[in-house]
Nanobody, 116 residues
Framework: QVQLVESGGGLVQPGGSLRLSCVAS????????MSWYRQAPGKERELVAR????????NYTDSVKGRFTISRDNAKNTVYLQMNSLNMEDTAVYYC?????????WGQGTQVTVSS
């Protein structure tokens, strides 16, 4: 079955950086777009970034443009989210996501906390 396992979260000071990873299994990774979502306390889950199957096209929510970069390594079944210039509004649980046959699949999430 589809499994998505995130890692790389943690506590970072404002202005700092983190790199999240998501290892996928149970499906043909290279054929599917991948996304990162996040959910802050008391807020709805929001799409942060998305990358197509080949990695040739990406898109981002406005609040992270120029600071975050999504990438993928199809040989390693892994999608990444490089996060720079982090601020307190980036504090959230970050989830890896894929969609197959209309079904949404999620990892367990990784906590990112930006605090001084």
């Amino acid at each position: 079955q589809v499994q998505l396992v995130e890692s790389g979260g943690g506590l970072v000071q404002p202005g700092g950086s983190l790199r999240l990873s998501c290892v996928a299994s149970g499906f043909t990774f290279r054929r599917y777009p991948m996304s990162w979502y996040r959910q802050a306390p008391g807020k709805e889950r929001e799409l942060v970034a998305r990358i197509i199957s080949s990695g040739g096209s990406t898109n981002y929510t406005d609040s992270v443009k120029g600071r975050f970069t999504i990438s993928r390594d199809n040989a390693k079944n892994t999608v990444y989210l490089q996060m720079n210039s982090l601020n307190m509004e980036d504090t959230a649980v970050y989830y890896c996501n894929t969609v197959r046959g209309g079904n949404y699949y999620w990892g367990q999430g990784t906590q990112v906390t930006v605090s001084s």
